[in-house]
């Protein structure tokens, strides 16, 4: 049981810190975005880019720049979710009306002020339902970065597969399950509770 309690910890030590970091250079970079269109242009195809790359292969790319361990795991999560984060970003601070954006600057708003107050308002839905993608994805890739010595979850349900032993891979794969969903019901929780009625 505490061997258990130990990977449930380290699993979501790795998923979610991944997650959080991929959060935070998302929305920076949906912010960003709303500078220029040439940025937003090249972060949406980037980050497709990545996307677009499997993540064993992202797991088998970054081991000879970083070798094996939490941090390259880390940076295989932070790579491997941050699209929809960027993109759905992109898409709610885009979404409000010209038309509420310029009435917005023409009684005086700053930028900064529409941002804060128009439009990340307006674009909480968007916004949050990539957050909720990118959090099932950091969870699933989590497991998949034992192969590069993370632990966590992933190594009891790699202990399961080498045993062929069914009861060993759902005792990684059902808390991973759980944390995944529970994740997702705090982050439907926050957005219910941020979105303008």
Avoid: C
Avoid at 49 to 74: M, R
């Amino acid at each position: 049981m505490t061997s258990l309690l130990t990977a449930i910890g380290q699993h979501i030590i790795l998923a979610y810190g991944g997650f959080l970091i991929s959060a935070v250079l998302g929305i920076g970079s949906g912010v960003i975005a709303l500078k220029s269109r040439w940025i937003k242009v090249s972060l949406i195809m980037s980050t497709s880019l990545l996307q677009a790359i499997p993540a064993f292969t992202i797991v088998a790319l970054i081991v000879p720049f970083l070798g094996i361990g939490f941090l390259p795991a880390l940076v295989v999560i932070v790579v491997a979710t941050l699209l929809p984060v960027v993109r759905n970003t992109i898409i709610g601070l885009s979404s409000p009306d010209p038309i509420l954006i310029e009435v917005a600057d023409s009684i005086g708003m700053t930028w900064n002020n529409i941002l804060i107050r128009v439009r990340f308002p307006l674009g909480i839905r968007p916004i949050f339902s990539g957050l909720r993608l990118s959090s099932i994805v950091a969870n699933a890739v989590a497991v998949i970065t034992v192969f590069i010595g993370s632990g966590g979850l992933g190594s009891i349900v790699l202990e399961g597969l080498v045993r062929f032993h069914t009861p060993g891979i759902l005792a990684g794969v059902i808390p991973a399950i759980g944390i995944a969903l529970f994740a997702d019901v705090m982050l439907r929780y926050a957005e219910n509770r941020l979105a303008p009625l």
